[in-house]
């Protein structure tokens, strides 16, 4: 019985193997079956096989039946597969990173330095190491929850629920990485700290070589996540994070601005801290044009506070209603004894720029820079004994400004951008780098471009050449007027120059523009202006910039009046001449270079030339800055103004070793009271004598009598200067003009013939409004005006009656009535047989004596003459 159950079970179980097999068996074979049906209704031809599979239709049967999806299973399982070992790998190479992110690697990261500013002799400007204690390092306890809570609101909502990085967030920064775009803000907290603590130095690389530093900062984020809990990465965020200036760590910039620790900020402060590291050179609160940005980010920070429940909405509204800005401390209490802050200042700004926020804001650093303190000081004296004197009061100025920079190289030397720094409300704005209208002291540089005009066939252009100052306001689009309200007609350009006339520097640029659109603003900025008409308006100022319509930097002026002290040759203006680390390595050198010639040196040379003719601008006055002894200077004044009144005054000052720029005005840009471009003179004078004598002579950079040399080529014409490419014939013919004697003027139809006399000129055309121009015009006569003196009909004088009385000895008295017409008498001659005798007047009857035996009738000539020329003669 037991031996049938064992062979009845296996037979079962050969049965189970077999229908096994043989279903098996029946779906290969049915599958084999569906294929060679599939294969059969398919074209022959493997080229049409192929694109006969790839119909959308087939394609979609496929990949939605049990095939296509088993196919797709494997693609998903080996992409997920290689993905992993991709990022294994990848975790793997940068974690050795990972060994340099410890607290004590931390700590000396961000330890407090002192960053020293030297002049060029060596002599100590200033050390930048703030006021009071630099804790950059705190514990978490040490950083209040409004600061941590402002911080995570504004920066990075889902920091306590990621873990490490935003894959939206991360996405989005890459494509503009990729693209060449600006930052979205789609990094992290922890991926920040990465950035900041390793790759501060590749922070500013976009693009695709941006990529590699972004994977970098994804990967050593995930893992730091693992690493520290959530508070140590908000703490060492705080601690590493830019605050504005120098400022790294909330610490220090809760000291400096608010003067207390961060544990004890209040959630107004806490916001505006909060604020900063997004863009602390912006965001800086010592950066006044920073100001209402600022606030709007602050008021941001606060609106996130609430949305994320920090804070409620009673708490936002008494937290904007702080006026936070006037609680930060001054500047100028972490400047103490700073010499020549604003120019410090201006460095450390452009050091920013250079060599980044983060690198000079951690310190360290040890700067030279091209200052001379010995100039600075009597910079700065002369600026207070100007305002010192009377004058700012007469004239009704509260501030100035004054840069000194050396012209062979472009050095700044000196530079002060207030009356004083410490001067309540605007003493810590620096003038020299703010946007303010030159006035005409911009003219020197629309000439030089006009001088350099070659046009082939057409007029070329020298000292001597005549812009008539004429009513243009057609061309200008506008009420033009010169600041003496006159026009003087035919002036040379030497004149027009000199003495500051609008209307011929109009012209000059409106001939620049004609031969080339655009080409004035052009050599405007290549000699060295960079700055001008580049702010709001000012970039469509048309006309108005010849005659100073923009607002420039100071700054900028000075270093275009260098490049004409180098007769032509652009170089960049500089301020620092080395800086290096705390571990000696140089970061910045300065080297000079051979400089780009943006003028012709026959170009420059004219204008030096011109501004240095004193005569010529004589009646502008003779004031000590053009006369300082043993120092020939080339000089342009200029004056802004504002409704017709003045409102800025300027100086430029240049020799073949120094140029400086002087602006003297209202910071608020309150008009004059009495504004003469003139009043800077004392600073230029004071300054540029001190510092070619005292400093630039000893020291064998300057010597008396050095000036440019004059190019070889430049053709002279009496006292005019025309460059070699000028032809004296050039659009000139011969002519000749009648002119009238009395009133100077060209002589008209009612000019009497004893006014009237005839003058050989030269003709030529104005190239702008295209009337007659002549040249060579006698001394003092005025060929752009006629004859308004006399009249036609008016009378001239007449003669009446003569009296003959015979007298003893053969003598005969001779009495003639005559009697004026228009103008008064101004001489009566009588004369027998043609010689003049003695003639005096009683009352209204001249009178002379004549000695002779025989009566002189018939022989008297009697004629007079008046002021106006006209004359009578009757004979008796």
């Given amino acids: 019985m037991r031996g049938h159950v064992a062979k009845k079970s296996s037979s079962r179980n050969l049965s189970v193997y077999s229908n096994l097999s043989k279903r098996l068996k029946v779906k290969k074979d049915a599958a084999s079956r569906r294929r060679a049906e599939y294969l059969s209704t398919l074209p022959k031809h493997p080229v ?5 599979r790839l119909h959308p239709k087939r394609l979609w049967n496929f990949w939605f039946s049990k095939d296509g999806a ?19 790998s990848l975790f793997a190479y940068f974690r050795r990173d990972l060994d340099q992110i410890r607290p004590g690697e931390i700590d000396k990261r961000v330890q407090s330095t002192v960053t020293k500013y030297y002049d060029r002799n060596g002599k100590l400007l200033w050390e930048d190491k703030g006021d009071g204690n630099y804790k950059l390092v705190v514990k978490s306890e040490d950083l209040s929850d409004n600061l941590k809570q402002a911080t995570v ?8 629920k990621h873990s490490g990085f935003s894959l939206s967030g991360t996405t989005r920064a890459a494509f503009n990485n990729v693209t060449g775009g600006s930052v ?3 990094s992290t907290l922890t991926q920040q700290l990465v950035k900041q603590v390793f790759f501060a130095d590749e922070a500013s690389k976009r693009g695709l070589s941006g990529i590699p530093r972004k994977i970098k900062e994804l990967i050593l984020a995930i893992e730091i996540e693992r690493m520290y809990d959530k508070d140590q990465i908000l703490t060492l965020y705080l601690n590493e994070s830019p605050y504005g200036g120098r400022r790294n760590g909330a610490e220090s910039g809760a000291q400096t601005y608010f003067g207390k620790s961060a544990k004890e900020l209040t959630i107004a402060e806490a916001a505006l801290l909060a604020a900063i590291p997004q863009n602390p050179s912006v965001y800086d609160p010592y950066n006044v044009p920073g100001h209402e940005r600022l606030i709007g980010r602050q008021h941001a920070v606060l609106d996130a506070m609430r949305e994320e429940g920090y804070i409620t909405q009673q708490q936002v509204d008494e937290a904007k209603k702080v006026a936070i800005l006037d609680t930060i401390k001054p500047a100028s209490s972490q400047l103490a004894n700073i010499k020549a802050p604003h120019f410090v200042q ?8 250079e060599l980044g926020k983060a690198t000079v804001g951690k310190g360290g650093l040890s700067v030279t820079t091209t200052l001379d303190v010995r100039v600075q000081d009597k910079l700065d004296q002369a600026m207070t004994d100007m305002f010192n004197s009377y004058v700012p009061n007469y004239a009704g100025f509260t501030n100035g400004a004054a840069t000194v920079a050396d012209s062979k190289t472009g050095q700044i030397i000196a530079l002060t951008g207030s009356r004083d720094f410490n001067y309540e409300g605007f003493g810590q704005d620096n003038a020299a780098t703010a946007y303010i209208q030159p006035g005409s002291s911009i003219k020197s540089f629309v000439y030089a471009q006009l001088f350099e005009q070659k046009p082939d066939g057409q007029q070329n252009y020298g000292s001597g050449t005549i812009l008539r100052d004429e009513p243009i306001d057609s061309i200008y689009g506008a009420r033009l007027q010169n600041a003496d309200r006159t026009y003087r007609g035919d002036v040379t350009i030497r004149t027009s120059l000199a003495t500051s006339r609008n209307v011929p520097a109009v012209k000059a640029m409106y001939i620049n523009e004609t031969v080339e659109e655009g080409s004035t603003l052009e050599a405007i900025r290549n000699i060295g202006a960079k700055s001008y008409c580049t702010v709001g308006d000012d970039r469509t100022a048309g006309l108005a910039l010849a ?13 275009g009046y260098t490049t004409l002290a180098r007769g032509g040759v652009y170089k960049p203006q500089s301020t620092v001449l080395e800086v290096k680390n705390s571990s000696g390595e140089v970061l910045k050198k300065w080297s000079d270079v051979e400089g780009e010639r943006v003028l012709s040196e026959e170009a420059a040379y004219i204008v030096t030339d011109i501004l240095s003719d004193t005569n010529a601008s004589a009646s502008l006055g003779n004031y000590a800055a053009k006369y300082i002894p043993g120092v020939k200077t080339a000089t342009k004044t200029g004056t802004s103004d504002k409704g017709g009144n003045a409102k800025d005054l300027w100086m430029f000052s240049y020799t073949p070793a120094l140029a400086m720029g002087v602006w003297l005005g209202n910071p608020d840009t309150t008009i004059l009271k009495n504004g003469t471009s003139s009043l800077g003179s004392p600073i230029v004078a004071s300054v540029m004598e001190y510092a070619h004598k005292e400093i630039y002579a000893p020291e064998e950079k300057w010597k008396t009598g050095d000036w440019l040399a004059r190019p070889d080529g430049i053709q002279q014409v ?11 014939t050039q659009g000139q013919t011969n002519a000749t003009l009648t002119f009238d004697r009395v009133s100077k003027k060209l002589a008209t139809d009612c000019t009497p013939p004893g006014a009237r006399f005839e003058a050989g000129v030269a003709k030529s055309t104005d190239p702008v409004t295209k009337k007659a121009i002549y040249m060579n015009v006698p001394m003092g006569y005025d060929a752009t005006k006629s004859d308004d003196v006399h009249k036609c009909g008016e009378p001239g004088p007449s003669i009446g009656s003569a009296v003959v009385d015979e ?14 017409g228009a103008f008064a008498l101004t001489n009566v001659s009588i004369a027998v047989n043609g010689s003049n005798l003695q003639v005096t007047k009683s009352g209204d009857s001249y009178q002379a004596t004549f000695s002779g035996e025989d009566n002189p009738k018939g022989s008297i000539n009697v004629t007079a003459t008046d002021a106006g020329l006209y004359s009578a003669s009757k004979t008796f």
């Fill in 547 to 559: 005659i100073g319509g923009c607002g420039v930097k100071q700054v900028d002026m000075v270093n």
């Fill in 807 to 820: 007298k003893p000895n053969d003598t005969w008295t001779i009495k003639v009535t005559v009697s004026r």
């Fill in 346 to 353: 201006m460095v450390r700004t452009q050091l920013e720029a």
């Fill in 48 to 52: 049409k096989r192929f694109f006969h």
């Fill in 718 to 728: 009496g006292r005019e200067l025309y460059p070699s490419y000028w032809s004296k």
């Fill in 153 to 160: 609101a504004i920066e990075d909502r889902d920091f306590f």
């Fill in 184 to 186: 979205q803000g789609g």
């Fill in 70 to 88: 088993s196919i797709a299973l494997k693609v998903v399982g080996v992409s997920v597969l290689v993905m992993a070992i991709f990022s294994g």
